[in-house]
């Protein structure tokens, strides 16, 4: 149980255009869904925080217009990385947790985003 | 002073041996604590959850949590190959925006035939 699912895998773009992940609970209800950015050899640095139905809850230093966050449902939430540029490339992880464990959150595969 | 600190490592044991991996934490009030696994290229994947003092097991692996000491490790017994990875302490902190599971840097763990 516990499964989360991201889509693409990866991605490669063009500077200047707009990528859309996907992220999404297979078995359980997502009350919450956060999104973190892993670069090389560092640790993950959380982005934002999403609640099924209200906006995200943006890190300091996290541009909410450049990472536009939906949570549309309790199953899917999507992180739309606007006007990608090279330094935009990173490794995007999202996770999930439930009404029931909050404090508990479960991994999605990741997607690795290359802007050349 | 960061809020989760690890040892950056490498480190080494051979296959068979009893690997440690340590964490401190800056909270005092943080009462969540995970270790999370990390094969290179891949995302997190939960190994334990601790949430009071002392040991807690679960097959080949034993967390400890220390409050009072702000320090919580990993062992593993028995240490395989496909154990080598990143191992990754989490710490639940209390922030101005609520709570939030905060990294550390990660260890890297080397199991050596």
């Known amino acids: 149980g516990a499964v989360v699912s991201q889509h693409p895998s990866w991605v490669i773009c063009k500077s200047g255009t707009s990528v859309k992940i996907e992220c999404r609970s297979l078995d359980f209800q997502a009350t919450t869904m956060f999104w973190y950015r892993q670069f090389p050899k560092q640790s993950l640095m959380l982005m934002a925080t999403s609640n099924e139905g209200s906006k995200a809850t943006y890190e300091q230093g996290v541009e909410k217009d450049k990472f536009l966050i939906n949570h549309a449902s309790l199953t899917l939430s999507t992180l739309t990385v606007t006007s990608a540029h090279p330094e935009d490339s990173s490794f995007y992880i999202c996770?999930?947790?439930?009404?029931?464990?909050?404090?508990?959150?479960?991994f999605g595969p990741g997607t690795r985003l290359t802007v050349l | 002073q960061k809020e989760v600190e690890q040892n950056s490592g490498p480190l080494s044991v051979p296959e068979g041996a009893i690997a440690s991996l340590n964490c401190t934490y800056s909270?005092?009030?943080?009462?969540?604590f995970f270790w999370y696994r990390q094969y290179s290229g891949k995302s997190p994947e939960l190994i334990m959850s601790i949430y009071s003092n002392g040991d807690k097991e679960d097959g080949r692996f034993t967390a400890q949590l220390n409050k009072a000491s702000q320090y919580v490790s990993l062992l593993i017994r028995d240490s395989q190959p496909s154990d080598s990875a990143t191992y990754l302490c989490?710490?639940?902190?209390?922030?101005?925006?609520?709570?939030?599971?905060?990294f550390g840097t990660g260890t890297q763990l080397k199991v050596e035939l």
């Open positions: 989490a710490v639940i902190i209390l922030t101005g925006g609520g709570n939030k599971l905060t």
């Open positions: 909270d005092r009030v943080s009462q969540s």
């Open positions: 996770s999930a947790s439930t009404r029931v464990r909050t404090d508990t959150q479960y």
